[in-house]
């Protein structure tokens, strides 16, 4: 049991790495796909099951814990871990990003942000110190900066002033932060699709020095093609020692891709949040189970697949109780979707580690350009 959080780098392939970050709360697999658990749950997922897709680390929000139930009271109950009986790794987001998508009322200024809840319109304030002090309360493993994630498409003076209020933040975390051995602290990278902000960002979380790294302000609608344009130069300027974090991503594709740029660490909510409206992941493509040609369709989502799903259910039965709104819909399609990103991952693990990536990739592409799925 290590006491200290540390990275080794096991292998490259091109740009893609594969490694593992060592915590005192278990290892991580690099590349690592984070399931997103909001409000201290994977929803429709017990912990064991989201540890039986093969996730080694989940996502948590300071912005939703602030709010319900207050990082205070899970700080009373023993903190998020127990909280929620996930004795693994958790990975927290500061709270400044969601705080800009989803509530009310915002005034943002040097200090930090005033908001309403978006749950009952209470007035918040998030500053760096605020936010460490949340993270601390709910006792997560890897602590992210506050920081400001601009909407994009933004003029190139709006980007470089919240890059730069950004990283003035990044030294206050740091310094709120302090030195907690086995805890780590992750710099956010900003700077929009801006190759010179990118650079001008990552200079300055070096000079702050972190733990890791993210790559941030990005999957906030650019396009796949514009965040992988992004991709081919923004981690290059990050440490090649620490892990990389890319935030919000993705779908199949994207996640490999982004693999392919030198990317360590990713979350979203697709897998989970498609499981509850019937969207599938599978190697083949998107099944959307609810159209009525699975009416009547023995066949399991996915031959290939061995999770619960596939192994114990036809496509006709998840279309029904996907049709009929039954619970076990959303916790078998959830159950799916992570076991497939997971699966996705150790592939990605197993042929970087093989010197395989390129031909990993080509065959992974060529699967999904079949339809009949
Ligand atoms: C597919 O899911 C939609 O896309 C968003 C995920 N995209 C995303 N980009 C992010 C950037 C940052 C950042 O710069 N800083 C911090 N601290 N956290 C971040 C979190 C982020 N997540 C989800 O967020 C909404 C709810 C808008 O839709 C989801």
Sequence with gaps: MTERFSFELKATDGKARTGVINTPRGEIRTPAFMPVGTAATVKAMMPESVRATGADILLGNTYHLMLRPTAERIDRLGGLHKFMNWDRPILTDSGGFQVMSLAGLRKLTEKGVTFKSHIDGSKHELTPERSMEIQKLLGS??????????????????????????????ARSKEAFGDRPGH???GIQQGG???DFREESAEALKEI??????VGGLAVGEGQEAMFGCLDHAPDHLPKDKP??????????DIVGAVARGIDMMDCVLPSRSGRTGQV????????????RHADDPRPL???CSCPACSNYSRAYLHHVYRSNEMISGMLLTWHNLHYFQEIMQGMRDAIGAGTFEDWQAEFHAQRAQGDI
């Design 281 to 292: 992941f599978t190697r083949r493509g998107v099944v959307n189970i609810k159209n009525a």
């Design 244 to 253: 990389r974090y890319l935030m919000g991503v993705g779908k199949p594709d």
């Design 141 to 170: 493993d890897i602590v992210m900066c506050f920081d400001e994630c601009p909407a994009l498409p933004a003029d190139r003076d709006r980007i470089a002033e919240s890059m730069r209020l950004s990283m003035r933040w990044a």
């Design 302 to 304: 996915d031959e290939a």
């Design 209 to 214: 020095g972190f733990d890791g790294y993210a």
């Design 193 to 195: 699709l801006e190759a």
């Design 184 to 186: 780590a602290l992750f």
